[in-house]
């Protein structure tokens, strides 16, 4: 299967109060670690949708095509529609959160297996039975995926196909976490580099 990995690090981190991103967990900014990860693994296609021009280059250095959104203020729809537009002729999407540094390569490799088993499922992780990132939707959904609105991403789009959700379950201890506020932050600092 083809498949473009798809990286969404253009947020507004509001509930931060500043650009979570480039925030440091030990030796370097936290969106580094997906895009590091990523580059690593044999996708079609590897994008990058960012504001920020420091990470826009860094994903070019990475290997990525790095699309720059200039209209994040309207919400992840942005991000996912510059994703699927900028992906070539695939068979899957998947998406993947620039603040959840902790995903395993072995994790990923098992999520696109059974993207490889089910073509025409949409692939969900769930992480100690929470439901997380990243998530592969089929080519076949392209155009639900470019209609989407606002700040809604891709759970509208999973609400609209209840029926061909595969849920795969990961034990796990720190691979679902993703930094949305300052306490988190500081939590996982103390927690895994403590």
Do not use: W
């Not at 203020?73 to 529609?81: A, C, D, H, R, W």
């Not at 993207?115 to 100690?128: E, L």
């Not at 939707?137 to 759970?155: A, H, M, R, T, V």
């Not at 201890?173 to 300052?182: L, P, S, V």
């Amino acid at each position: 299967m083809k498949v473009s990995a798809i990286v969404m690090a253009s947020g507004h981190s509001k509930r931060m109060k500043r650009d979570k991103l480039l925030m440091k967990l030990k030796d370097k900014e936290i969106f580094k670690y997906i895009v590091d990860t990523i580059s690593t693994l044999d996708f079609d296609k590897k994008i990058l949708v960012a504001r920020k021009d420091l990470i826009l280059s860094y994903g070019r250095e990475k290997g990525f095509t790095s699309v720059k959104n200039e209209k994040s203020f309207k919400g992840q729809s942005e991000s996912i529609k510059l994703g699927v537009k900028n992906s070539d002729n695939v068979d899957g999407y998947m998406f993947f959160v620039a603040d959840q540094p902790f995903i395993k390569c072995e994790t990923i490799n098992e999520l696109l297996d059974e993207f490889d088993k089910n073509p025409s499922k949409i692939i969900i992780p769930f992480y100690n039975n929470i439901k997380g990132n990243p998530i592969i939707f089929p080519s076949f959904l392209k155009e639900e995926l470019l209609n989407i609105k606002e700040d809604k991403g891709g759970s509208a789009v999973i609400k609209n196909n209840k029926d061909i959700i595969k849920k795969v379950f990961i034990d796990t201890e720190y691979e679902n976490i993703d930094i949305d506020t300052k306490e988190a932050y500081e939590k996982l600092r103390s927690n895994v580099y403590g």
